[in-house]
T-cell receptor
């Protein structure tokens, strides 16, 4: 079964508008961490935002916010005031048992975001 | 912040040759590093977990004899693609976590990736 599901292969948004990228996850571990990374065409992986399973408040980092709905197991990324430079592939990822140093990230299939002027 | 350097960024080789990719943590020590593989427009698939001073742990379906991983020091892990074939052409990315920050360090830092093309 998929651990991380991103149902939107591609999303289109106009500059200055907000966009929501969907992510749902599946785990039975009570401790986990959720991450969003951005991958531009150059291939580098850029960390955007993190949400721990025990965090009471939704994470925010500048124009990025994570809409964490634990009961629904969703961790959607909201990008406010989109910019042309936001065009990239976006990956949702999870690490189960986030206190364990040796645990890798599991990635979703990604969403390609295209921002137009 | 934590920096992971990956080299080479691009490599083209002939079928049957071996290629080594290096992953270095520049300003922190990493007892564990992770190697991922990514095909165009697809997700990152975990290949193996590299542990300093011990054998790597490979994911199901990844041939350990083809993808040799060595983690000889706290700052260096290498991936060697042995007897490469065109189907091994892919984007390989390493990542590491700052061991010195203990369990509070949740963010994995990624290298810039290595694009391997096997002719």
């Amino acid at each position: 079964a998929q651990k991380i599901t991103q149902t939107q292969p591609g999303m289109f948004v106009q500059e200055k508008e907000a966009v929501t990228l969907d992510c749902t996850y599946d785990t039975s571990d009570p401790s986990y961490g959720l991450f969003w990374y951005k991958q531009p065409s150059s291939g580098e992986m850029i960390f955007l935002i993190y949400q721990g399973s025990y965090d009471q408040q939704n994470a925010t980092e500048g124009r990025y916010s994570l809409n964490f709905q634990k009961a629904r197991k969703s961790a959607n990324l909201v990008i406010s005031a989109s910019q042309l430079g936001d065009s990239a592939m976006y990956f949702c990822a999870m690490r189960e048992g986030w206190n364990q140093a040796g645990t890798a990230l599991i990635f979703g299939k990604g969403t390609t975001l295209s921002v137009s002027s | 912040g934590a920096v992971v350097s990956q080299h080479p960024s691009r490599v083209i080789c002939k079928s049957g040759t071996s290629v080594k990719i290096e992953c270095r943590s520049l300003d922190f020590q990493a007892t564990t590093m992770f190697w991922y593989r990514q095909f165009p427009k697809q997700s990152l698939m975990l290949m193996a977990t590299s542990n300093e001073g011990s054998k790597a742990t490979y994911e199901q379906g990844v041939e350990k004899d083809k993808f040799l991983i060595n983690h000889a020091s706290l700052t260096l892990s290498t991936l060697t693609v042995t007897s490469a074939h065109p189907e091994d052409s892919s984007f390989y990315i390493c990542s590491a976590r700052d061991a010195g920050r203990g369990s509070g360090a949740n963010v994995l830092t990624f290298g810039a990736g290595s694009r391997l093309t096997v002719l």
